[in-house]
């Protein structure tokens, strides 16, 4: 009986292997199908919200990646002044600029500010910036700006008060009672204002505050006060007359408390000493202009009527 041979059919060897291989295939697949089974199973979510939330990031980075591209065409500026110019010509702008407060310093330099940069529109006003723009003014202590819809900005700036003159060079500046300086003044608008003077004087005007404060009988006399040498101060008084004082807070103010007593009892202001020397802890030293050429001149004086004495004295002997 014949046999047929059917032709293309398997091998043994390849029909095994093709069955290993299958073999192989399923298991991965249970092990996979196990461990991803095992990840869900501890996951506080569903397969179907880890699906939502991998779609998520997937829109999230496309999004992120079309906001770069539209950025970088410039896309976001564009249509952000196009808003303010629909919001501008439906009337929310502001037209109208409210200042209050402003008593010394000039008001151009706060419209300056306010509308230099010429963006009228509710929606490109930053009032935040404007407040630290007019922050940056020497004048301004502090400042609030605030919208007044439907067309009005309202600006509230709270002044520093002038409390003293700073000498610098050949210049005087008008100083606050923190130090701050304000602008240059000339002599005349400086007139009646306290002067000071010294390197590094600007920043004591606390110090010279509390010191005047320890005899408040003397403070409306005091005109100038000089920072010495970085450490001491001298005062000259609107008489035209100077006291020394020692280094030291506390030593200053005793010794400027010891002289408003001796002013009360003997009048040392507007009298003949010029300068008052106080740097002594037990004593003080008074100079009095012309004072050494008097003394001078009597000692002159008094030593040739000795010699004019003495020489009537020998002419009467030799007779």
């Not at 501890?42 to 998520?56: A, D, I, K, N």
């Not at 723009?133 to 709270?158: C, E, G």
């Not at 807070?249 to 010891?258: I, N, P, R, T, V």
Request: no cysteine; proline share 3%.
């Amino acid at each position: 009986m014949a046999q047929t041979i059917k032709r293309g059919a398997k091998g043994v060897r390849r029909a095994a292997a093709a069955k290993g291989t299958r073999a192989k295939v399923q298991t991965a697949k249970q092990t996979t199908g196990s461990a991803f089974d095992t990840f869900m199973h501890w996951m506080p979510f569903s397969e179907h919200t880890l699906y939502r939330m991998v779609l998520g990031g997937i829109f999230v980075i496309a999004a992120g990646i079309v906001w770069a591209v539209a950025s970088a065409a410039g896309v976001p500026q564009f249509a952000g002044q196009k808003i303010a110019q629909v919001s501008s010509g439906a009337g929310f702008r502001f037209d109208h600029v409210q200042l209050r407060g402003v008593k010394r310093m000039n008001e151009l330099k706060v419209y300056e500010q306010v509308l230099g940069d010429q963006q009228r529109s509710w929606t490109e006003v930053d009032v935040a910036a404007m407040r630290d723009r007019l922050m940056a003014l020497s004048w301004v202590k502090d400042a609030r700006v605030a919208r007044q819809l439907p067309d009005t900005l309202v600006i509230d700036i709270v002044e520093r008060s002038p409390h003293a003159v700073l000498r610098k060079g050949d210049k005087l500046v008008l100083i606050d009672d923190s130090g701050a300086e304000l602008e240059t003044v000339s002599a005349a608008r400086a007139k009646g204002l306290l002067r000071l003077s010294g390197s590094e004087a600007g920043t004591k005007v606390a110090d010279l505050a509390a010191l005047l404060e320890a005899a408040p009988a003397l403070k409306p006399q005091v005109a100038e006060a000089e920072w010495v040498g970085n450490r001491r101060w001298n005062l000259t008084f609107k008489s035209g007359q100077v006291l020394a004082l020692p280094e030291g807070g506390e030593q200053s103010a005793a010794s400027l408390l010891s002289f408003a007593r001796m002013d009360g009892v003997s009048r040392l202001l507007g009298g003949k000493v010029a300068f008052f020397d106080m740097r002594a802890a037990d004593r003080m030293y008074l100079r009095v202009p012309g004072h050494a050429e008097d003394i001078a001149a009597d000692k002159a004086a008094a030593a040739a009527a000795k010699a004019k004495a003495k020489a009537a004295a020998q002419k009467a002997r030799e007779q």
